[in-house]
Each structure stands twice: as structure tokens, then as C-alpha cells.
């Protein structure tokens, strides 16, 4: 957790944000509880991120298909508003941006494709969305390739345990993940 770089990398590689030059040091595990709502489930955050124009990153790793993934996504956005987008006094236009990554270690619409880009549209007509300010990405680590970057591939790879000898990043990231293993 101690590598912001590698972390903007990340983010930059899976948005495709160029713009993202200094995040803020990334939380591990945060933890979302609400005391005044004692019954209500608290979340858990696996990384928690800010960049230097204040939009908000939440990356999550998800190991089993417990078919639950879009009510997931829901309810972590839903914890994430409630905690760090709006203070009192602010209208909605102040409201930060939030992006939700989930790197999936199963496909969750069956299709095979690496990244899934989801956005708040209309149904019938695809150019009509609605400005949510919130993006979900889901990365399968176990999707097809096709056309991907090299970089979003060296991901899949990183994901999947298998070696990547693309840039420094990958190079720091794989000796983390020995050292921790």
C-alpha cells in the first residue's frame, strides 16, 4: 500500500484517465460503519482511493461468483455517498465523483470480455445517460482478449498469478505479492 504510483497506474490503466498525475496514499480495508445504524451491514473497502482532483476510487477484489455482484456494486456506492461525497451545506452539483473497480475472478454476465464499462443510460436509446457522476468497471481476470492495451492485459496476468516483465510496475507489484506469499 505503500506505492501511490502504482496505484494511479492501475487507475489509469483501467479507466483510461490519463489525466490521474497524484492520488492521494491509498486506505486498505476501509471501513464504512454507522454507528446510528447499528443493524444496518458495514462495508469493508479494499482500497480506498483519492486523486488530486478529489474523485473517489474504490477497487475490490472479487474471488467467488456469489450472484450478487450488481446489489454489491449498489450498496457499496450507496456506503461510499453516505460517507465521502456530499458535506452538509453542498448542493449535488457538489457531489465527488465516484469510480467503483471490481477485478473478478469469474465472468458476471457470461459474455467473456476482460472489461465491462457500466453507466447510468436509457434503455431503449443509448445516447440518452443519465450524469450519475458514478462509473462501474468490472474486470474479469478470466475474459478473452480482444483488443485490450497491453497494459489491461498485464493486469489480467497479474491477477491470474502469471509473470509480467512489461514496466517497472508490474515488476514492483510481483516481487509485493512474493514477499507476501
Not at 457538489?94 to 457500466?118: A, V
Not at 443510460?121 to 475474459?143: C, M, Q, R, S, Y
Amino acid at each position: 500500500m505503500a506505492n501511490p504510483d502504482f496505484y494511479r497506474y492501475v487507475l489509469q490503466t483501467v479507466t483510461r484517465k490519463k489525466q490521474i498525475s497524484k492520488i492521494f496514499l491509498p486506505e486498505k480495508q476501509k471501513e464504512i460503519k454507522d454507528p446510528s445504524h447499528k443493524v444496518q451491514k458495514d462495508v469493508r473497502l479494499d482500497v480506498f482511493v483519492e486523486d488530486h482532483e478529489h474523485n473517489l476510487y474504490d477497487l475490490e477484489m472479487q474471488v467467488e461468483d456469489k450472484q450478487d455482484l450488481g446489489r454489491r456494486i449498489r450498496y457499496y456506492i450507496s456506503k461510499c455517498d453516505q460517507r465521502y461525497t456530499l458535506d452538509k451545506g453542498k448542493t449535488y452539483q457538489d457531489m465527488k465523483n465516484l469510480t467503483i473497480i471490481f477485478f473478478c475472478l469469474f465472468d458476471p454476465f457470461k459474455q467473456g470480455k476482460i472489461k465491462y464499462s457500466l453507466h447510468w443510460g436509457e434503455d431503449f436509446d443509448h445516447t440518452i445517460k443519465l450524469p450519475t457522476g458514478v462509473d462501474v468497471i468490472i474486470i474479469n481476470a478470466k475474459g478473452r482478449p480482444n483488443g485490450e492495451s497491453k497494459d489491461l492485459l498485464g493486469l489480467v496476468d497479474l491477477i491470474n498469478d502469471r509473470p509480467v516483465h512489461l514496466n517497472k510496475y508490474f515488476d514492483w507489484a510481483q516481487k509485493k505479492i512474493k514477499e507476501l506469499n
